[in-house]
């Protein structure tokens, strides 16, 4: 396994280990170290493809992770420092009411509950060793991982800028699968929880037409009305691989009504 995909899928997998048990800030700081290894990697390659080019044109980067697609490279670095899951805040710790928002969010039943905690997918993802050889999965992973510490932030602090860079997070690690999706690489469950954070974030952000037009998303890769045509909008015989209770989980929030802006 390269090195440097290794050391980032155990970052990630004791990242999601520690928001689990309560630990935000350890999680948050494994993740901002993950995100910087992939840049610091990102960019050691693209100068060694540069020293390539010069000497031989056709000669591509030696490394797994060097060999991401330019457009996740660029969306990597575009990302400030500070948007790497929110600053972490010296003076409040917000790790027992992230804790208890997740716990919260995962508790059975549908009931009287605010859809902050309802309707908000909580579950970090762990990355399986076979994700070594697809920096881009890597890469989209942690960016969902990283949106949701900030989403579950912004919950419990009710910080718009806590839902903004969540979006943001989860938008840019989208935009990764729908450029390879065709590879097949992704997992069902990644994508699934990317399209239903980003329908509540857009509802909280109070941009009702945008959350109306990515639950119709949702709709269709769980198989209300009109399949679309890819895994990013799934094949009509395409059969979900995510378990039961995510399934149901999904399926119930995109049966919820999304109310559009009225016309100007």
Request: proline content about 4%; glycine content about 4%; charged content about 25%.
């Amino acid at each position: 396994m390269n090195p440097t995909a290794a050391r980032v899928l155990t970052l990630n997998n004791r990242a999601v280990a520690m928001l689990r048990h309560g630990s935000e800030k350890l999680c948050l700081r494994m993740l901002k170290e993950a995100m910087e290894t992939l840049y610091q990697q990102a960019r050691e390659d693209e100068d060694s493809s540069m020293v390539c080019v010069e000497s031989t044109p056709s000669a591509p980067p030696s490394s797994p992770i060097g060999k991401a697609t330019d457009r996740g490279q660029m969306q990597l670095r575009s990302l400030d420092e500070s948007e790497w899951g929110v600053e972490e805040d010296e003076e409040e710790d917000y790790s027992a009411l992230v804790h208890s928002a997740a716990i919260k969010l995962n508790a059975d039943g549908r009931g009287n509950v605010d859809d902050d905690y309802r309707l908000v997918y909580s579950r970090a993802l762990v990355l399986a060793d076979s994700a070594a050889k697809h920096p881009d999965v890597i890469l989209s992973c942690v960016l969902y991982n990283l949106g949701l510490v900030s989403h579950l932030r912004g919950i419990c602090t009710q910080i718009e800028a806590r839902f903004r860079t969540a979006l943001r997070l989860y938008e840019m690690a989208f935009e990764i699968i729908q450029l390879h999706d065709d590879q097949g690489i992704f997992d069902d469950i990644l994508i699934l929880a990317l399209v239903n954070n980003m329908v509540y974030s857009q509802q909280r952000l109070g941009n009702p037409d945008e959350a109306r037009k990515q639950n119709e998303f949702l709709r269709a890769l769980v198989g209300i009305g009109a399949p679309a045509s890819s895994h990013t909008g799934a094949c009509p015989d395409y059969c979900l691989q995510v378990d039961e209770s995510d399934y149901f989980f999904f399926y119930l929030n995109a049966l919820e009504e999304r109310v559009s802006a009225p016309a100007a």
